[in-house]
């Protein structure tokens, strides 16, 4: 009995020093939580990471049917102000085009549909990173600051042939572009 009761009996100095260990606890875990709510607010602002917000639907099974995804079209289009407008298709296990040619310094907008499955594609070294949904376009905004060549992979599992999907980014000097109005079809690293 006496030995009971002796043990239901914390010694006041062990109440304390839980309280005080918890407090921590609670200060410390407040702070990650914090912390990480801060990285993603500086992410998104500082680097412009943002999740592409845009709700466009595309048939994905009609593609090469015609409209604005059909094979003439994919590739890039220079505006009069010099922005470009790039068409890609993504589909297993291939963009297309496979080698995109961008201006440096301008705005760019990538427009991507899937022709089969999910897809996802990020541009080494930028802001450039979203996912391709069939029945969706994927659209954002970037630009690309120094001219060179980036790697594109699709980094989102899309069968057997995921890891060979890949596609080439070249980033060139805005002046090597046609900017006459009767030039402005796609081109393509190709062309
Ligand atoms: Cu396309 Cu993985």
Partial sequence: MAEI???????PSGDEHSEASER?????VTAVIVL????VVYTSVHY???PPSQVETIDS???????????ANLGTVIAPDG???VRVVAQQYAFVPNCIVVPAGKPVTIRLASADVVHGFIVQGTNVNAMVVPGYITTLHTTFQEPGERLMPCHE?????????????RIVEASRF???ADKQKAVTCAS
């Fill in 157 to 169: 599992f899309c069968g057997i042939g995921h890891q060979t999907m890949w596609a080439h980014v």
């Fill in 48 to 50: 412009g990471f943002h």
């Fill in 83 to 85: 922005s470009a407008l």
């Fill in 24 to 28: 921590l606890w609670v200060i410390f």
């Fill in 36 to 39: 990480l709510v801060a990285m």
């Fill in 178 to 180: 046609p900017t006459d």
């Fill in 61 to 71: 099974t009609s593609l090469h049917k015609g409209g604005e995804f059909s094979e």
């Fill in 5 to 11: 009761s002796g043990t239901a009996k914390l010694p």
